[in-house]
């Protein structure tokens, strides 16, 4: 979670929201768009806000239309974290107990099973902020689950995950972010440039 910048404006959730629809995938409650026909899907990853964020929704759609079947499981099973009503996140440790990224990880390992089983041959995954995470720990076992990742506002990872990254990643990082500042991003960048064979 990238701080105050980040939550000091949640999303309105909205479960209708999008060009897409929400579907059972891989047991997960799921916002699912573009073409189930696609070999190449894209794994959404979502922040501590969940599945039926606008924005995240409509950013799906965009991946979409350039061909890519994209699925954005709920991996909070309904129970996205809730800004206190004075603006705190002081229940956010609390809440991170029983939605922890680990568990994102063995969930989204169901979604790829079921990506996999309905003749997807290419997975990417793209993590936003607590999602970037889960996107690493894909990224740690050398296709087996994605073949690229993409971390966007990073949280929860360490130089250490990034040293353990096989396949192909990028890092979008934000110039103010307390959690994952600018200097943590080039000490990502330096082990990343290391590694030839990313």
């Avoid at 479960?15 to 799921?30: M, Q, R, T, V, Y």
Wanted: hydrophobic fraction near 45%; charged fraction near 20%.
């Amino acid at each position: 979670m990238s701080g105050p910048q980040c939550c000091s404006h949640p999303p309105v959730l909205n479960p209708s929201s999008g060009s897409g629809h929400a579907e059972k995938f891989g047991g997960l409650d799921s916002y699912v768009t573009g073409s189930p026909h696609s070999k190449l899907a894209i794994l959404f990853l979502s922040d501590i806000f969940g599945f039926q964020a606008p924005k995240l929704r409509k950013f799906a759609d965009k991946v979409a239309a350039a061909g890519y079947f994209v699925v954005v499981p709920d991996f909070f099973y309904g129970d996205p974290f809730v800004v206190a009503d004075d603006g705190s996140f002081d229940r956010l440790p609390v809440w991170l107990k029983d939605h922890s990224p680990e568990k994102g990880f063995e969930d989204a390992k169901l979604v790829i099973e079921a990506l996999k089983s309905k003749g997807v041959s290419a997975i990417g995954a793209a993590g936003f902020c607590w999602g970037a995470k889960v996107a690493v720990e894909l990224g740690k076992h050398d296709h087996d689950f994605i073949h690229a990742g993409v971390l966007l506002h990073p949280a929860f990872t360490t130089v250490d995950d990034i040293k353990e990254v096989k396949v192909p990643i990028a890092v979008l990082g934000a110039e103010f972010d307390h959690i994952t500042p600018p200097e943590v991003l080039k000490q990502w960048e330096e082990v990343l440039i290391a590694k030839t064979e990313v």
